[in-house]
């Protein structure tokens, strides 16, 4: 099945949402990944792990987690 210019694959996203943690990314690029999340769960999912895994790394490099 062909894809149109403005959708993304599951991998395409997966790669945006890890380049999202380093840099910004552009207008074309926010609008095709908030349009994949809009219809695919796995990836909202892995979105989630990563704000998840990110904010953990945060707590614990400013030694904020319970003992």
């Known amino acids: 099945m062909k894809m149109n210019w403005f959708e993304l694959s599951c991998k395409q996203a997966s790669v945006l949402l890890s380049q999202a943690q380093e840099r910004r990314l552009g207008l074309l690029e926010r609008s095709r990944?908030?349009?994949?999340?809009?219809?695919?769960d796995g990836c909202t999912h892995f979105r989630?792990?990563?704000l998840f895994i990110?904010?953990?790394?945060?707590?614990?490099r400013d030694g904020d987690l319970p003992d």
Do not use: N, P, S
Request: glycine share 0%.
């Open 54 to 60: 990110r904010a953990f790394v945060r707590r614990y």
């Open 48 to 50: 989630q792990q990563l």
């Open 33 to 40: 990944l908030r349009l994949h999340l809009l219809a695919c």
